[in-house]
């Protein structure tokens, strides 16, 4: 009996490689290179699933949240809105006015007869709507039925017009009703400046020499010139030239305790002749206002009469004194008059104001109380440099 011959199977090199290789490593361990294979834990993928469901569930709950809040405040903030909604005005039409009746028809009249009166002709008559009298209101009957209505009737029946004017409110008097009126300030809007090339603003300071002394004793003029020129308020051009006349005048006298006096300039004239009114405040060198100057307080025509007086006085007294256990003969007659005319020398002469002296020479300044527009002399004409 013949064996059919197998075939030997074909055998694959690298499978045979690696399962001698997994022999060697069974044989021998495993070596340092060789890294073994972590297998995941059980319940590993479940868990990332869970945890994936979980981070959705929260993003949609945040998303529905939010769309629900902003949903909310809108209703909120819609109910919350009142609207001032006037009703709308409902006119009623006109009543109609009443139409007249047809005329009745009327019968041909019979002739008349001689003895007997013609009657009238028949009449179209009219239909007047009936007029009721409205009764007057709550407010009508109280104003009927107060005292006031009988003060008034009584009035006019005295015959005593009735006034139509109000009574004047009451003001209030007294040393805090002053303090307490409120302060009420005007608004005030800004303007634009013209050409600030002829334009010389308020509060410029424009240096002065004075030319004529003053004195403080009688009212009068001064005089002052500028030493040097001033300019425009943009600082191009020169307005008023090195020079220039300042005349003003004294306000009032000193009084007692003052030390400064007030001066008034009224007008300046330029070299070229260009004049123009100031009215602007006098200061000091540094713009401390009015002028200060040496005092002279008159000590001694106050008070000299009256100590010259008194010392005459003093000598009578002495020699009566010395001379009282001689013979002698008192004057007391004349002590009582001396001391009446001393009260009257006092008197005269005690009110003497003290006198301010301001040499010529002396350095002051002009406070420009208003803008001074110097455009209608002026014109600025270009040069070739």
């Keep these: 009996m013949k064996w059919p011959l197998r075939r030997p199977a074909a055998i694959d090199a690298v499978d045979e490689l690696e399962r001698s ?6 044989a021998r361990g495993p070596g340092f290179t060789d890294t073994p294979r972590r297998t995941p834990p059980r319940g ?3 868990f990332m699933l869970l945890l994936m469901v979980i981070v959705v569930g929260a993003l949609g709950g945040l998303t529905w949240r939010a769309l629900h809040t902003a949903e909310g405040k809108k209703k909120s903030a819609d109910a919350a809105r009142v609207e001032n909604v006037l009703p709308r005005l409902k006119l009623q039409p006109p009543a109609p006015a009443p139409t007249a009746p047809p005329p009745e028809p009327t019968s041909p009249a019979p002739d008349p007869e001689p003895s007997k009166e013609a009657d009238p002709p028949s009449r179209a ?9 409205s009764l007057p209101d709550m407010v009508q009957q109280r104003r009927l039925s107060s005292p006031l209505a009988g003060e008034r009737e009584g009035r006019q029946q005295n015959g005593a017009e009735p006034s139509n004017s ?26 634009l400046l013209p050409d600030r090339n002829y334009l010389l603003t308020q509060g410029a300071m424009i240096d002065c020499v004075m030319q004529t002394r003053l004195v403080s004793a009688q009212a009068g003029m001064v005089t002052c010139h500028t030493p040097r020129e001033v300019r425009s308020a943009n600082g191009r051009v020169v307005l008023i030239d090195a020079g220039t006349l300042f005349v003003g005048y004294q306000r009032g006298s000193l009084s007692q305790g003052q030390r400064r006096i007030g001066v008034v300039w009224s007008r300046m004239e330029t070299p070229n002749g260009v004049a123009i009114e100031l009215d602007s405040p006098g200061t000091g060198p540094l713009g401390e206002a009015g002028l200060d100057g040496a005092i002279d307080s008159h000590f001694w025509e106050r008070f000299g009469g009256a100590v010259m007086i008194s010392l005459i006085d003093d000598f009578g007294n002495w020699v009566s004194e010395r001379n009282r256990n001689g013979d002698s003969i008192r004057f007391d007659s004349t002590g009582d008059a001396a001391a009446g005319a001393v009260e009257k020398v006092l008197e005269n002469s005690i009110n003497i104001p003290p006198t301010l002296y301001k040499n010529q020479a002396e350095r002051i300044g002009v406070f420009v109380a208003r803008d001074l527009d110097f455009s209608s002399v002026y014109q600025l004409v270009p040069t070739n440099r």
């Design 21 to 26: 290789a997994a022999d060697d490593i069974g």
């Design 44 to 46: 590993a993928k479940a």
């Design 125 to 133: 008559f009219w239909t007047v709507p009936e007029v009721t009298a």
């Design 166 to 191: 109000a009574p004047p409110p009451a003001v209030d008097s007294g040393p805090m009703a002053d303090g307490l009126q409120p302060l009420r300030l005007t608004g005030s809007s800004a303007r």
